[in-house]
């Protein structure tokens, strides 16, 4: 059974502060990863994608993946009120299967 | 450009009754995907298609739920008869390529009493 792990929270971060999200999977020949932002009452909104060991940035958000390790992490950079949300991790296992196994998601409040 | 769209927003009705639920992909996306998400389940994945053909219907959780794809631009998941367990938010979503970005609709509230 393929799993995403993460942690339920709630994850509370003070405005201005760096909030930092972990997820780990059990399949070590997974190749593509999400974070995925979901408004209370609302759907998963993609905010980013990474498919190769490192850090990718796009804007406040930084998404780090290791492989070897298996977690892939999502940093967001001047918190703001705005980014209170649950964030969903979700691995795509690869081989010809468009699946995507999410996790249960980390509700983040950022408290002003 | 219109992201996916689906229907109705809400839904309720009574244990027993058939259950229609509409979903228009993102143009040019060729893979659709059905999803529940409950508080208890979390998000997930029903069947999906590529290519207007269904790929991955293990996520169905029993035959009381069908799913069509007649053309590459919607999508019908159906419960017949619906049960209250059924009671759940309904997502579509697609993506244009393998392995790719899914982009969710707003979703289907579906509450069966």
């Known amino acids: 059974q393929k799993e995403v792990e993460q942690n339920s929270g709630p994850l509370s971060v003070p405005e201005g502060a760096i909030a930092s999200l972990n997820c780990t999977y059990s399949?070590?020949?997974?190749?593509?990863f999400f974070w995925y932002r979901q408004y209370s009452g609302k759907s998963p909104e993609l905010i980013m994608s990474?498919?190769s060991n490192g850090d990718k940035e796009d804007g406040r958000f930084t998404a780090q993946l290791n492989k070897a390790s298996q977690y892939v992490s999502l940093l967001i950079r001047d918190s703001q009120p705005s980014d209170s949300a649950t964030y969903l991790c979700a691995v795509n296992w690869g081989f010809g299967n468009e699946k995507l196994t999410f996790g249960t998601g980390t509700r983040l409040t950022i408290i002003p | 450009d219109a992201g996916v769209i689906q229907s109705p927003r809400h839904e309720v009705t009574e244990m027993g009754q058939e259950v229609t639920l509409r979903c228009k992909p993102i143009s040019g996306h060729n893979s659709l995907f059905w999803y529940r998400q409950t508080m208890m389940r979390g998000l997930e994945l029903l069947i999906y298609?590529?290519?207007?053909?269904?790929?991955?219907d293990s996520g169905m959780p029993e035959d009381r739920f069908s799913a069509k794809m007649p053309n590459a631009s919607f999508s019908t998941l159906k419960i017949q008869p619906s049960e209250p367990r059924d009671s759940a938010v309904y997502f579509c979503a697609s993506s244009n390529r393998e392995g790719s970005e899914q982009y969710f609709g707003p979703g289907t509230r579906l509450t069966v009493t």
């Open positions: 990474i498919y």
């Open positions: 298609f590529n290519n207007n053909v269904p790929i991955d």
């Open positions: 399949d070590r020949g997974s190749q593509s």
